[in-house]
């Protein structure tokens, strides 16, 4: 199984709003620091900070000085806010909304000192949104900064401030949306390995219920009749023989039934269909009774059965909008009843014919009886006699 506490799986999981979510971690420099590096994101983090020495050069040519000194101070922290904003994005939301304000006062904040220089940050503060925010929030956010920095740079002839919000949407977008992509084709395959292990656990569940089902009675049976064999044995030989005849078709009939429920119901037979009947049923809702022992059924005859209660079952599921379900079997026929609102017209037909067919051509005859009180499927064998 996968180990979701592994570096650079849980750095890639995310919530359901489709933000980056992870394991409760301390929020402390050495806590985010190991956050950003199992994030895979810090050397792409780092690198545009180059960057920010264009605003830096323009704050001591417009304004040398104290405003220059603070404005360099407050950008060398936003550049380390900036940084971190990788690891930071593996936090839970209101970390990261705490996270985004912050760098988002700090750019505020340098205005008084660098004016429309500020502008020059756009590309920056577009990262922010696609990292910090959940995506439905940050695409419309982004762009919405990123036209707001066209029409301002436009106004103070920032040109160039212009051209980086441009590139800063679009290379934001593209990167948000490839680690949306990318998480949530991690969440498929996460989704994927627990389908498949809870349906192995659920198949291993089943198969105990059938073998219990399918050999209880059987072994039950068998073990009062060899005792009433033993003791007819010497007064009533013939009654001792057809004991043993009955403990060699039970034998046979539990062995087959066995057989077909370690190989996964490669073959239908009414014992395993009846359990996994049960099981469909209950998942909906619908209360089963079913038989907790079958009579002997000559393979062919449990095949058939089979059938005839798989499309039942399928039929109840599909349109019955019932709360109890039954299901009778004896050695000569089998019947599926529902307490629901009946089969719509057409609905089902195309089974119901292809089953009816095989039911004549075993020698027997398919009757459904559904109308607003319930439905009722059953097969009959010599019926056709």
Not at 144 to 161: D, I, P
Not at 225 to 232: E, K, P
Not at 241 to 261: P, S, Y
Request: glycine share 8%; net charge negative; proline share 4%.
């Amino acid at each position: 199984m996968t180990d979701l506490r592994a570096p650079g799986v849980r750095a890639r999981l995310r919530d359901g709003d489709g933000s980056l979510a992870a394991e409760a971690r301390p929020l402390t420099p050495r806590g985010v620091v190991r956050a950003a590096v199992e994030s895979g994101g810090l050397t792409f983090s780092v690198a545009p900070i180059l960057f920010l020495s264009i605003p830096i050069i323009f704050a001591w040519l417009e304004a040398p000085g104290w405003p220059a000194l603070i404005a360099t101070g407050i950008l060398l922290v936003y550049a380390l806010a900036f940084v971190a904003c990788c690891g930071i994005a593996l936090y839970p939301l209101p970390v990261r909304l705490a996270w985004f304000a912050l760098c988002t006062l700090l750019l505020l904040s340098m205005i008084p000192m660098i004016g429309a220089n500020v502008l020059f940050m756009v590309m920056f503060q577009a990262m922010t949104h696609v990292l910090l925010l959940p995506w439905k929030w940050a695409v419309p956010t982004m762009v919405v900064m990123s036209l707001g920095v066209v029409v301002l740079s436009v106004l103070t002839a920032q040109y160039v401030a212009t051209a980086l919000a441009v590139m800063g949407m679009v290379m934001a977008w593209g990167i948000g949306y490839g680690i949306r992509q990318e998480t949530l084709q991690n969440q498929l395959e996460a989704a994927q390995h627990r389908n498949a292990v809870l349906a192995v656990a659920a198949e291993r569940e089943r198969i105990g219920r059938d073998l219990h089902d399918l050999l209880g009675h059987s072994l039950t049976s068998l073990t009062i009749s060899a005792q009433l064999a033993r003791r007819l044995l010497d007064t009533d030989p013939e009654a001792a023989r057809a004991q043993l005849v009955h403990i060699e078709t039970t034998v046979r009939q539990a062995l087959a039934d066995v057989r077909a429920t370690a190989s996964g119901m490669q073959h239908v037979r009414a014992a395993t269909e009846i359990a996994s009947a049960r099981t469909v049923l209950s998942t909906v809702g619908i209360q089963a009774e079913v038989p907790t022992a079958l009579p002997p059924l000559h393979d062919d005859l449990a095949e058939l059965f089979g059938y005839v209660i798989r499309e039942g079952v399928t039929n109840i599921v599909r349109h019955s909008q019932a709360a109890h379900a039954v299901i009778t079997v004896d050695q000569d026929s089998v019947s599926i009843e529902d307490d629901g609102i009946g089969i719509p017209q057409g609905a089902g037909r195309t089974g119901l014919r292809g089953l009816e067919a095989r039911v004549a051509l075993a020698g027997g005859r398919l009757e459904m009886e559904s109308n607003e009180t319930g439905t009722r499927l059953t097969a009959a064998m010599g019926a056709g006699e």
